[in-house]
């Protein structure tokens, strides 16, 4: 039986990663300590994901930090053979992290390095997948010509139109936010242990993951908490840009469909963006439009002048790098099908 570690196991990709992976025979380890609850408070606790996720027959829950390396090495150090190391495990808000920089940086940039090193000393034959995002490019997306439409911006250069932005985009002298520069180091470091130590590390550049599992709350997960909003009467507020941002949506299941496709076939220190790109993206006003149309709900919001720090106005996943690399993996879910699926 292949076995796989899967750190964050509760969270939206960490949850989805079990069951696709449960489904396939494997023995799962799960590590999540609820950080998710700490950080934002207990709208966003994954309690009771770990409450189904117990209930599956070849599943094992450590509730144990991924920031404390002497713990982790004592409690994975009796297995055997591991297969493949999935890394979702994460502090996700820009907001959170200016308010507490050093636990941020702990969790992503120290529990990143702390897994790594788990996995070179007792599991160095293993694949080892990092849940990366698109705030390591910071706001250089933000520099390229944008026209204003109806209810969007698109880049006047077509080629980024028609196929999103790809991974050679700079991520360099740009605003990252504190969390984009942690997650910056956790992805030049899996990157380098891929191409340093020949390990098989695959890193996943994220647009907004999303999918019924994520428990979205204002500081992160913005289609989940707008749908949340609608369902509850509750007030949104849209940040800046005249709601006119653009984000692509990519369901949880198409994420780690393509982390298995990565699994069958590894590379050292490979990065890629993933996202919906054109099959699935929207402005926060056309979210709202599409989401009162499928409830029949108005939603109550409100839009402030003021955009979040190094917010993107446009960000669009280029996935043709993927697609060529593993010509096998199909995306699943457009983005009705994402928002009926939350909804």
Same mark, same amino acid.
């Given at each position: 039986?292949?076995?796989?570690?899967?750190?964050?196991?509760?969270?939206?990709?960490?949850?989805?990663?079990?069951?696709?992976?449960?489904?396939? =025979?494997?023995?799962?380890?799960?590590?999540?300590?609820?950080?998710?609850?700490?950080?934002?408070?207990?709208?966003?606790?994954?309690?009771?994901?770990?409450?189904?996720?117990?209930?599956?027959?070849?599943?094992?829950?450590?509730?144990?930090?991924?920031?404390?390396?002497?713990?982790?090495?004592?409690?994975?150090?009796?297995?055997?053979?591991?297969?493949?190391?999935?890394?979702?495990?994460?502090?996700?808000?820009?907001?959170?992290?200016?308010?507490?920089?050093?636990?941020?940086?702990?969790?992503?940039?120290?529990?990143?390095?702390?897994?790594?090193?788990?996995?070179?000393?007792?599991?160095?034959?293993?694949?080892?997948?990092?849940?990366?995002?698109?705030?390591?490019?910071?706001?250089?997306?933000?520099?390229?010509?944008?026209?204003?439409?109806?209810?969007?911006?698109?880049?006047?250069?077509?080629?980024?139109?028609?196929?999103?932005?790809?991974?050679?985009?700079?991520?360099?002298?740009?605003?990252?936010?504190?969390?984009?520069?942690?997650?910056?180091?956790?992805?030049?470091?899996?990157?380098?242990?891929?191409?340093?130590?020949?390990?098989?590390?695959? #890193?996943?550049?994220?647009?907004?993951?999303?999918?019924?599992?994520?428990?979205?709350?204002?500081?992160? =997960?913005?289609?989940?908490?707008?749908?949340?909003?609608?369902?509850?009467?509750?007030?949104?507020?849209?940040?800046?840009?005249?709601?006119?941002?653009?984000?692509?949506?990519?369901?949880?299941?198409?994420?780690?469909?393509?982390?298995?496709?990565?699994?069958?076939?590894?590379?050292?220190?490979?990065?890629?963006?993933?996202?919906?790109?054109?099959?699935?993206?929207?402005?926060?006003?056309?979210? #709202?439009?599409?989401?009162?149309?499928?409830?029949?709900?108005?939603?109550?919001?409100?839009?402030?002048?003021?955009?979040?720090?190094?917010?993107?106005?446009?960000?669009?996943?280029?996935?043709?790098?993927?697609?060529?690399?593993?010509?096998?993996?199909?995306?699943?879910?457009?983005?009705?099908?994402? #928002?009926?699926?939350?909804?």
């Amino acid at each position: 039986m292949e076995t796989v570690i899967i750190t964050g196991s509760c969270g939206l990709i960490g949850s989805q990663s079990v069951f696709f992976f449960h489904d396939l =025979g494997f023995n799962i380890i799960g590590i999540d300590d609820d950080s998710r609850g700490k950080f934002f408070g207990s709208d966003a606790s994954t309690s009771k994901v770990k409450d189904e996720l117990s209930k599956l027959k070849n599943y094992t829950h450590y509730s144990i930090s991924i920031c404390e390396f002497e713990i982790l090495k004592k409690n994975l150090s009796h297995l055997k053979n591991v297969d493949l190391i999935i890394h979702t495990a994460a502090q996700p808000s820009h907001d959170w992290a200016a308010s507490n920089p050093f636990l941020d940086f702990n969790t992503n940039a120290l529990g990143t390095l702390n897994m790594l090193e788990i996995t070179r000393q007792l599991f160095p034959e293993s694949v080892f997948i990092f849940t990366s995002t698109n705030k390591v490019y910071g706001d250089t997306p933000n520099k390229l010509e944008y026209k204003e439409i109806e209810t969007r911006y698109e880049p006047v250069n077509l080629e980024i139109k028609n196929n999103g932005i790809d991974e050679t985009m700079s991520i360099d002298n740009s605003k990252h936010s504190l969390f984009g520069v942690s997650k910056v180091y956790g992805d030049l470091i899996v990157q380098e242990y891929g191409k340093y130590f020949n390990i098989k590390t695959g #890193i996943f550049r994220g647009g907004c993951l999303t999918g019924s599992k994520h428990c979205g709350v204002e500081a992160h =997960g913005f289609l989940s908490y707008l749908i949340k909003c609608a369902l509850t009467n509750k007030k949104y507020t849209i940040y800046g840009y005249k709601g006119k941002q653009v984000r692509d949506n990519i369901h949880s299941y198409d994420v780690v469909s393509a982390f298995y496709e990565f699994y069958k076939n590894p590379k050292m220190g490979e990065v890629y963006n993933i996202g919906g790109s054109l099959k699935s993206n929207c402005s926060v006003l056309e979210a #709202i439009n599409l989401i009162q149309e499928y409830t029949k709900i108005k939603i109550n919001y409100e839009i402030v002048e003021k955009n979040r720090e190094g917010d993107h106005i446009w960000y669009i996943s280029d996935m043709r790098k993927f697609k060529k690399d593993y010509p096998s993996w199909n995306q699943k879910y457009e983005l009705a099908d994402i #928002i009926k699926d939350m909804i």
